[in-house]
């Protein structure tokens, strides 16, 4: 197996099996944990390691634990920090259309966009941060809001 002189505490990393998590001691850096797989590509002995963890040759390959779900106040976190940056794009997209409407320099153009802009505003303050997931409200076609999750 290359540098890796024992291989350890062997774990599924995903509910299919597909995947082995597992601790290798390597000639050059000692204990490291390593992922296994049947098809990696990165290494020539992640697929032996892995193959060879199924055999047994390892011990018991331990089962494959879920993360815990979030809490609610874990997710409340999350979707607050997404809701700020959704609401600060909004009104950073809002202010000089406001300003041009105090100015009375606006365009129905730029009134318009600005309403669009005021109700998504509005419509974020609908958002019930403790659920997962947020149904969030469209953005307008103008400005892409990429999603993080």
């Not at 296994?36 to 193959?51: E, K, L, M, R």
């Not at 794009?89 to 129905?108: M, R």
Request: aromatic share 10%; glycine share 4%.
């Amino acid at each position: 197996m290359n540098k890796i002189i024992h291989v350890s505490f062997p774990v599924y990393a995903n509910a299919e099996g597909t995947v082995i998590n597992c601790m290798v001691l390597h000639v050059d850096f000692g204990d490291i944990p390593f992922t296994a797989s049947p098809d990696d590509t990165f290494t020539d002995y992640g697929p032996d390691i892995y193959n060879r963890a199924v055999a047994g040759e390892f011990g018991d390959v331990a089962a494959y634990v879920p993360p815990p779900a979030p809490t609610r106040a874990k997710t409340t976190e999350k979707n607050t920090l997404e809701y700020t940056r959704r609401l600060g794009i909004a009104t950073d997209a809002a202010f000089p259309l406001q300003s041009a409407v105090d100015l009375g320099i606006a365009s129905e153009e730029q009134k318009q966009t600005l309403a669009e802009w005021q109700q998504y505003a509005v419509d974020l303050l609908a958002v019930d941060l403790t659920q997962s997931p947020v149904t969030w409200p469209t953005p307008l076609a103008a400005l892409s809001l990429q999603e993080d999750a």
